[in-house]
């Protein structure tokens, strides 16, 4: 069957260190750090006293408060960035047929506060006080179906969930439903929002975040020799796809190509990556297959670097494994340098990271680094951001659990 070109048109960022995806393209690029001391709640007990937070949200400056009172912050952020992705794309959705656009938008956790909210609620007052929003509130493909309901979009309407490769999935299950006739338009992305008390304090049961309580804003240091930890973060990232017969015949900006994935799994633990790397090994190599290119074809990976001592060492060496010498030449970075862990939302907005510096020429830096690991010693753009012509673009996002995906864009040429 024939497969069709799969073009990206509109873009949708919500942040720590961006409202909109200008501003966080515009963020990446100037080195700017999201990570700040919380102090929206009390973290006098916490070991790790600060995260990558969106500042001054105010749901009221994006929706009506009935909107709002019904939605989990994670479906906020979604409904935000999908808006600005429709928008930037500039399909006129009286012109489009509506039965053929996708919605394909995933959160790793869903309506984790809402859950706490609720649970309380049912501690102290029992079967009566618990809302009849609860369950409606708390599922993960919430987004998917109120971002569908706002528009009338009745194409394909699902979310992947695979903790922080969550975003990638469904952009790339967007990319497939595209390809495969199913749409002719999808809109997908990823959402979070885990920054608040029970967020914070169960990354700090598993030990997995770094406590530079001293230092927020360098705490975040991937493939540093003195990296202790991720940073939590949160926020959302959407982008529109369509085909490019769609695309070209309306004369839309086109920021890029998606091109080919690949996805696999570690099938070795919950929550450490594979040392051996062989789970990322073959979703890295099924992309480049997918894909049709080879290795040395691939200018720029946005890793999904961490600043965690095992993961940042395990994805290095298993990308010296996949494209051996040719690893050395290509510009790779770490926006969760600047943006912490996003968890679902972390491959969407990286996705926009990489599509936008093929787009713009210009590789955002790794921030924070110091001090080289001998162990991680790959051009990483550290520190300051570096002009490169991209052809392909490769973005990492892996999660809990030993989900692994790697997708490919492509600078967009008729």
């Known amino acids: 069957m024939h497969k069709r070109r799969v073009v990206i048109t509109g873009i949708g960022a919500f942040t720590p260190i961006g409202k909109d995806a200008p501003e966080f393209w515009n963020g990446l690029v100037s080195g700017k750090s999201g990570a700040k001391s919380i102090d929206n709640f009390d973290t006098t007990n916490f070991p790790t006293k600060f995260a990558a937070q969106i500042e001054d949200y105010n749901p009221s400056d994006y929706m009506n408060a009935k909107e709002a009172r019904r939605m989990d912050k994670f479906c906020q952020y979604a409904m935000i960035t999908s808006e600005e992705a429709v928008r930037d794309s500039g399909l006129d959705l009286d012109e489009i047929d509506r039965n053929r656009v996708a919605v394909l938008i995933g959160s790793g956790i869903g309506g984790m506060q809402i859950f706490y909210k609720q649970a309380v609620e049912f501690y102290e007052g029992g079967q009566r006080a618990v809302s009849p929003f609860f369950v409606p509130m708390l599922i993960p493909d919430m987004a998917a179906g109120q971002v569908s309901i706002k528009y009338g979009f009745r194409g394909p309407n699902y979310c992947a969930i695979s903790a922080c490769a969550t975003g990638s999935h469904n952009i790339g299950l967007a990319y497939d439903t595209i390809q495969n006739d199913q749409a ?154 600047m943006t912490g862990h996003m968890l679902g939302a972390a491959g969407a907005t990286e996705s926009i990271a990489t599509v936008l510096a093929i787009y713009h020429g210009i590789v955002p830096p790794t921030i924070n680094y110091k001090y080289p690991d001998p162990d991680c010693d790959l051009n990483y753009t550290t520190n300051e951001a570096e002009a490169r012509d991209i052809t392909y673009g490769f973005n990492n996002a892996f999660g809990f659990g030993g989900h692994n995906t790697t997708i490919v864009f492509k600078k967009f040429a008729e």
């Open 184 to 337: 002719d338009y999808a809109l997908c992305g990823g959402t979070e929002a885990p920054v608040f008390g029970m967020g914070l304090a169960s990354f700090n049961a598993i030990r997995a975040m770094s406590t530079r309580n001293d230092s927020p804003e360098t705490a975040s240091r991937p493939f540093d020799k003195t990296r202790d930890g991720f940073v939590l973060g949160e926020g959302a990232g959407m982008l529109m796809l369509e085909t490019y017969e769609s695309a070209v015949k309306r004369s839309a900006r086109i920021y890029g190509e998606i091109v080919g994935y690949g996805f696999s799994a570690d099938a070795y633990h919950i929550t450490a990556p594979d040392p051996d790397g062989l789970g990322v090994t073959l979703a890295m190599s099924n992309a480049l297959k997918a894909s049709g290119i080879k290795a040395e074809d691939v200018d720029h990976i946005n890793m999904h670097g961490t600043s965690t001592p095992l993961g940042d060492l395990a994805e290095t060496r298993t990308i010296k494994k996949v494209f051996g010498d040719h690893a050395y030449k290509m510009n790779l970075n770490a926006t969760k340098s």
